[in-house]
């Protein structure tokens, strides 16, 4: 089968590649969205709101949104206006050839399965892991990396949350709802979270924290019964009797795909010029988390989702003038 051809194809479904294909759908680019596929709780089409419980600051919701509605009215708005939703993953890509190649399936087949003029990246960021081995037998298992999913499996349990930025944070808080007690272990002295958050958390009753502390295991056979916990103080080390453990210490870019392809900084987030989602390759562009690791808020990649349809379409239209 030769390879489907479209103006635009979208990898990647947050809030930024969303928005980028509303905007795109409604300038007439009929673009086609690679949403991704679920894999695990922390990898799942429409990005890292899914994971997410309450919004609070997206402006329009003065009562607050859950992140999966706001996901899913996204998608809907974007599929209202023409842009077409496959739900699988991009395995390789060409993007310096013209037109674009993008492979879905077997990457090395000789034909790629859609080629684009224009391709906006929206692949997002990832939910980083402690690198434990316990991680992969216990994830499903009691383990999670998102209360929204999994919290209410939870009620009148005792859980423990690892970090102490605002992910830990609302997370903790949110799963107060369900948990008797939850612990945040974090491994410095104070949190990185923002005050309100923190003094949110401080009031809760139903949260403890655990400063100075990393987790040397989690525990458990097939689930989570416990961790063993180390003050990095004192070195003491201690059990912690737990049914449930949340991870949330930060994210990664998924950008492995464009290893070699485009330019990235050091972490490997995606850049694009100043002030723009274009990139170093005519025709790629790229917006939201991928790209961006000072703001990383659904509205931010929202806004840049917009620029980067806008910028696609001026580029697309200046081929043709
Ligand atoms: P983050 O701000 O990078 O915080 C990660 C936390 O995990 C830090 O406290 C860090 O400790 C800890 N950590 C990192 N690696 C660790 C390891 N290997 N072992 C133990 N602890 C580790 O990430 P985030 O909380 O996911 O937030 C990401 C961004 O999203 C932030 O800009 C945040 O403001 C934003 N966000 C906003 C909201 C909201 O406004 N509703 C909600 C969630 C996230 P250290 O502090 O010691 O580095």
Known sequence: ???????????????????????????????????????????QPGGQLMLTTEVENFPGFPEGVMGPVLMSDMRAQATRFGAEIET?????????????????????????????????ISTGARSVMLGLEAE?????????????????????????????????????????KFASKVTIIHRRDELRASKIMQSRAFDNPRIEFAWNTVVDDILGDDKVTGMRLRDTVTDKVRELPVTGVFIAIGHRPNTDLFAGQLPMDDNGYLLTHPDRSTTDLEGVFACGDVQDHTYRQAITAAASGCMAAIDAERWLQSRHD
């Open 1 to 43: 089968m030769p390879p489907a051809h479209r103006e635009v194809v979208i990898i990647g479904s947050g809030p930024a590649g969303l928005t980028a294909a509303i905007y795109s759908a409604r300038a007439d680019l009929a673009p086609l969205v690679l949403e991704g596929e679920p894999s695990s709780n922390s990898d």
């Open 88 to 120: 699988v993953k991009a395995s390789r890509v060409e993007l310096s050839a013209s037109p674009i190649g993008i492979w879905v399936g077997d990457p090395v087949a000789d034909e790629p399965t859609h080629t684009a003029d224009a391709v906006i």
């Open 136 to 176: 992969e037998r216990l994830i499903g298992h009691g383990l999670s990396t998102c209360a929204t999913c999994d919290g209410f499996f939870f009620r009148d349990q005792e859980i423990a949350v690892v970090g102490g930025g605002d992910s830990a944070i609302e997370e903790a808080t949110f799963l107060t």
